[in-house]
């Protein structure tokens, strides 16, 4: 069955990140929005404006909630603790990499005060340390190392409990990223912290954007 014309307005609204948080704030004339659907979407024969015109109005209904939430979000971000520590570096190895050597060097890093993070995939393991200790896994597991990223930053939001409470978090942090061009490497939660690794040349871009 091919979709509805409310289906297919939904379905573009939400691909575009843009155009969703204009109609989601009321600042969008809906009758250029409508042409530039049917245009978009090569529907202009097949549909009327008028049909895409009212289900972008619907649409906006439903996205005017979300709003509401948005702002419990950002009150919860204006709440939390942000921090950010450079020098930092993200090695992918294979998944048959020696767990013994990575617990030791987890636990080194540990007993030094260090930062490190160790995730397991279906098919690799990703650590994150500070550089200072890259010559620990390249002496070590130089031979499983599939990629390496260099000069990255660490960004981490501890926020209050009540993120347990709050739908859409993670979704509206990552959109802030990708609306602004910054490139997640890693991302990873530990309860109350929210932690986003990126590189290091971004981190001003993103301390704009992040400020709440």
């Known amino acids: 069955?091919?979709?509805?014309?409310?289906?297919?307005?939904?379905?573009?609204?939400?691909?575009?990140?843009?155009?969703?948080?204009?109609?989601?704030?009321?600042?969008?004339?809906?009758?250029?929005?409508?042409?530039?659907?049917?245009?978009?979407?090569?529907?202009?024969?097949?549909?009327s404006n008028e049909a895409i015109l009212i289900a972008a109005r619907r649409f906006q209904e439903k996205l005017?909630?979300?709003?509401?939430n948005?702002?419990?979000?950002r009150t919860l971000f204006a709440h939390s603790e942000m921090s950010i520590q450079n020098k930092m570096g993200v090695f992918i190895l294979e998944k048959n990499s020696n767990l013994d050597v990575l617990d030791g060097l987890q636990k080194k890093i540990s007993q030094e005060g260090g930062i490190s993070f160790v995730l397991e995939g279906s098919d690799n393991y990703t650590i994150i340390i500070q550089e200072k200790y890259n010559?620990?896994?390249?002496t070590k597991l130089d031979h499983k190392i599939i990629k390496f990223h260099r000069q990255c930053a660490l960004i981490n939001f501890k926020s209050p409990k009540e993120i347990e409470e709050i739908t859409g978090v993670l979704a509206y942090l990552t959109s802030l990223f990708a609306e602004n061009g910054v490139n997640i490497i890693e991302f990873l939660s530990c309860w109350r912290d929210t932690l986003f690794i990126v590189d290091s040349k971004d981190v001003q871009k993103a301390l704009t954007f992040l400020n709440f």
């Open 1 to 47: 069955m091919n979709p509805s014309t409310t289906e297919l307005t939904i379905t573009y609204i939400n691909e575009h990140p843009h155009v969703k948080r204009c109609l989601q704030k009321g600042i969008i004339n809906y009758s250029s929005l409508a042409r530039m659907i049917a245009k978009d979407l090569g529907i202009e024969k097949k549909t």
């Open 70 to 73: 948005e702002q419990k979000i």
């Open 135 to 138: 010559s620990l896994i390249k």
């Open 64 to 68: 005017k909630k979300e709003l509401n």
